[in-house]
Nanobody, 125 residues
Framework: QTQLVESGGGSVQAGGSLRLSCEYS????????MAWFRQGPGKEREGIAA???????TYRDSVKGRFIISKDNDKNTLYLYMNSLKPEDTAIYYC???????????????????WGQGTQVTVSS
């Protein structure tokens, strides 16, 4: 059994902050590549942040400087710290994992085989 369970979503006013968590279990180990994706209303799912086994982060330009991805291997948990939230950040946020990704493709949906169920983030203006 392999699971990724997101939590921490909710409603927040523009400019506010939220921390998302993704607890993983099963075949996912500390050396897996992990990422956060989101899908807003009427939009395609997009990768917003990823972290490799060396804990080197990659961010989509739209969230760079506002979001921070991190991973606590002792707690088997991936985090996304979201600051200065904007209404455009409203989406369902998913965590994803894979044993490895092709270099330069860590924000590509097709690179990940394991997915969580998603957690809703709503940012009001």
């Amino acid at each position: 059994q392999t699971q990724l369970v997101e939590s921490g979503g909710g409603s927040v006013q523009a400019g506010g902050s939220l921390r998302l968590s993704c607890e993983y279990s099963g075949v996912i180990t500390s050396n897996y590549f992990m990422a956060w994706f989101r899908q807003g209303p009427g939009k395609e799912r997009e990768g917003i942040a990823a972290i490799d086994s060396g804990r080197s982060p990659t961010y989509r330009d739209s969230v760079k400087g506002r979001f921070i991805i991190s991973k606590d291997n002792d707690k088997n948990t991936l985090y996304l710290y979201m600051n200065s939230l904007k209404p455009e950040d409203t989406a369902i946020y998913y965590c994803a994992a894979d044993r490895g990704v092709v270099p330069g493709t860590s924000l590509w949906e097709s690179e990940y085989n394991f997915w969580g169920q998603g957690t809703q983030v709503t940012v009001s203006s």
